[in-house]
């Protein structure tokens, strides 16, 4: 009985879509890529180019030599101060990190219009030990960075089928 109940589950929640955390189904055709970003102090291309090459995508250097382009069109941080101290002093604040990207053919012709991803993270300020906030600040953004590679795949993958029927790819 509890074998059934198992295997009942598992089927339920794979045919609702449920995949785990990092495990993104990306098309076959997404096979030669090139990650160009507009802004050349960001750290985003690190953490996209790691990810793909984990679902064993060539990331090619040169835009020429590649089929597909993922175009880092603007990457972001902006802080909101969302607690002060009795004596107005900054507590808490919010790290907001804009991503905008966009997928085309080497071509031109675009695969995923531009979008939209803001990743957001809570941020203690210690008075007391002002190295330590710097550092979970910077921990923190790696994490935002890691987590926007992350998002674009997902929504990388969604596209796949809309690609697929327009496009005759298998």
């Known amino acids: 009985m509890r074998r059934l109940l ?6 339920l929640l794979s045919a609702c879509g449920f995949h785990l955390r990092g495990m993104t189904d990306l098309p ?8 160009i970003i507009q802004n050349a102090h960001s ?3 690190g953490f996209l180019k790691d990810q793909l090459q984990a679902y064993n995508i060539a990331v ?4 020429t030599r590649a089929k597909y382009w993922i175009i880092i069109e603007q ?9 002060v101290s009795s004596s107005t002093v900054p507590r808490q604040y919010l ?4 991503v905008q990207y966009s ?9 995923a219009p531009s979008s939209h991803i803001m990743i957001t993270r809570q941020v203690t300020i210690n008075n007391d030990r002002i190295l330590g906030s710097d550092a979970e600040e910077a921990l923190r953004k790696n994490e935002m960075r ?9 929504r990388l993958s969604q596209i796949k089928n809309r690609y697929n029927r327009i496009s005759g790819n298998p």
Request: aromatic fraction near 8%.
């Open 75 to 83: 990457d972001s941080y902006r802080q909101e101060i969302t607690n």
């Open 146 to 154: 890691r987590d926007a590679a992350q998002q674009i795949l997902n």
């Open 43 to 45: 750290d985003l291309g």
């Open 103 to 111: 997928l085309t053919e080497a071509k031109g012709k675009v695969i």
């Open 28 to 35: 076959p055709w997404l096979n030669s890529v090139a990650i």
């Open 95 to 98: 790290l907001i990190y804009d």
């Open 60 to 63: 090619v250097d040169e835009p």
């Open 6 to 11: 198992l295997i009942v589950s598992f089927a």
